[in-house]
């Protein structure tokens, strides 16, 4: 099984600061087929689904601020915010595809407040 | 613009079947995969399952033997069955579309089940 790790728990950061948050697979995300990275951000509001952020470890969903980015590759991503605003308060989760057969995991979370 | 919704009872006794479904609007079930996942209260997100347009499926390993997901393609509704409830089955559960790269970019507002006698 593919075990994910976020770092740290949570976290406080000052509003226009910037946040960083870790992700660590057991198993590489990277596929040699097409050089991409399975590896997904969410973010998620109390009371509210997850709302994706970031696809294949480092493109943006449609309409995402730019402050969100993502990096990494095989087993270790990074999500950044890079200038905290008071609507980005919510637990951001990582996850990863895999397609022998097709299955998904996530981290436990990290929950981002402000200081 | 897909958009789905959860529907099924609230609350289920431990040892029946917790069953759900999710409708889907502004899009064609057999045009996507679709996933089931699940978050106990305070706890993280745990994919359940997964099904094709070609009615492929695939479960999470830890709870295959009691897991069961099928498309109605008439109603444009999926639906999940979890046999043999109990009390750690509590949870919001959510439907989701995968978007094809692994990812859902879609997800439903979500339905709490709680088990309890």
């Known amino acids: 099984d593919i075990v994910m790790t976020q770092s740290p728990d949570s976290l406080a950061v000052s509003l226009g600061e910037r946040a960083t948050i870790n992700c660590k697979s057991s198993?590489?995300?990277?596929?040699?087929?097409?050089?991409?990275?399975?590896l997904s951000w969410y973010q998620q509001k109390p009371g509210q689904p997850p709302k994706l952020l970031i696809y294949?470890?480092?493109t943006r969903e449609s309409g995402v601020p730019d402050r969100f980015s993502g990096s990494g590759s095989e087993t270790d991503f990074t999500l950044t915010i890079s200038s905290l605003q008071a609507e980005d308060v919510a637990v951001y989760y990582c996850?990863?595809?895999?397609?022998?057969?097709?299955?998904?995991?996530f981290g436990q979370g990290t929950k981002v407040e402000i200081k | 613009q897909v958009q789905l919704q959860e529907s099924g009872p609230g609350l289920v006794k431990p040892s029946e079947t917790l069953s759900l479904t999710c409708t889907v609007s502004?899009?064609?079930?057999?045009?996507?995969?679709w996933s089931w996942i699940r978050q106990p209260p305070g706890k993280r997100l745990e994919w359940i399952g997964y099904?094709?347009?070609?009615?492929?499926?695939n479960y999470n390993p830890s709870l295959k033997s009691r897991v069961s997901i099928s498309l109605d393609t008439s109603k444009n509704q999926l639906s999940l069955k979890v046999t043999s409830v109990i009390a750690a089955d509590t949870a919001i559960y959510y439907c989701?579309?995968?978007?094809?790269?692994?990812?859902?970019?879609?997800w439903g507002q979500g339905t709490l089940v709680t088990v309890s006698a």
């Open positions: 294949w470890a480092s």
């Open positions: 099904i094709s347009y070609g009615w492929s499926t």
């Open positions: 996850q990863q595809y895999y397609s022998t057969p097709p299955g998904w995991t």
């Open positions: 989701a579309k995968e978007n094809g790269v692994g990812a859902f970019d879609i």
């Open positions: 502004g899009g064609s079930i057999s045009s996507y995969y």
């Open positions: 198993q590489s995300a990277l596929y040699s087929s097409n050089n991409k990275n399975y």
